[in-house]
């Protein structure tokens, strides 16, 4: 059988469990070589590595309690409303040209455009209920609404803030007195002679805007706000029509509710 040799080692591998001195380790003033032999690479790097982004984890939880905390304490609430008195200046079926109408397109055989003269004006009461946030209202707009149609033009209302926690009473005039009609449809003044006979007359007051909260060093964005009180109102029909018999408060029968979007 042929002998077998194995391969020869390399100069600097260790022997007998000791390093190999290279000549230049013997030279006066150089500085001896070591050698760092590892598995994994440089385990130092790692582990800073590890615990800088053990720190950003903790601070980005940290941060978000706090916040979520700020937030459960002064989260706004929505306003609420309520409508706790109308006086009704006006109530009129209105026809033919004087509806306010151009009567260029009104011929012989053509039918009568029909619109509503109406005016009123409603008690309404804000209440913010929010402890710790008050509440600023602009671009508000306020109109009443019958059977699905406006029958009076958007009345403008001030701009409004609201300290946390208390209510405010505002009484807008809407409708001008009356004095500009509003188109309407047929079957909506019908239904609404009919109503007007019988001396109960179902409304909805919508009120338009925006609103937004300010609480301490925290302020919110506007937000559009959509508000709308249904109300079942009595009236009284003088021999000038509803309004003219100088009693112009109306009762409300039930109670009147109010939603809001915001």
């Known amino acids: 059988m042929g002998e077998h040799h194995l391969p020869p080692e390399p100069a600097d591998h260790h022997k007998g ?19 760092n032999y590892s598995y994994y690479g440089d385990t130092g790097s790692r582990g800073a590595l590890r615990t800088i982004c053990s720190v950003l984890l903790l601070l980005i939880l940290l941060a978000g ?7 459960l304490v002064y ?22 040209p004087s509806a306010g109408l151009p009567a260029a397109g009104v011929g012989a055989g ?15 009461v804000i209440r913010n209920p929010s402890g ?9 707009t306020a109109y009443v609404v019958y059977r699905g149609e406006a029958i009076t033009a958007p009345a403008e209302m001030p701009p409004l803030v609201q300290d946390p926690d208390s209510a405010v009473v505002v009484a807008p005039v809407i409708g001008d007195g009356g004095a ?6 047929p079957e909506t003044a019908a239904a609404l002679a009919n109503d ?24 919110s964005g506007w937000r559009s706000m959509y508000a ?31 939603n809001v979007d915001i």
């Open 132 to 140: 710790r946030s008050s509440a600023r209202y602009d671009r508000l």
């Open 110 to 124: 053509a039918r009568a455009p029909y619109a509503v003269a109406a005016s009123f004006q409603c008690a309404l």
């Open 17 to 35: 469990g000791k390093a190999v001195i290279h000549a230049d380790d013997l030279k006066p003033g150089h500085r001896r070589r070591r050698y």
């Open 65 to 71: 309690v706090i916040a979520l905390v700020l937030y």
């Open 180 to 185: 500009t009609p509003v188109p309407v449809s």
């Open 196 to 219: 007007v006979t019988y001396g109960v007359v179902s409304l909805r007051v919508v009120l338009l805007g925006r609103v937004r909260f300010v609480s301490g060093p925290f302020r």
């Open 228 to 258: 709308r009180c249904d109300l079942l109102v009595g009236v009284r029909k003088g021999p000038g029509g509803v309004g003219a018999s100088g009693v112009p408060e109306a009762p409300l029968f039930g109670n009147p509710s109010c």
């Open 75 to 96: 989260r706004p609430n929505s306003p609420a409303f309520t409508v706790t008195n109308i006086a009704v200046y006006s109530l009129t079926n209105v026809t033919g």
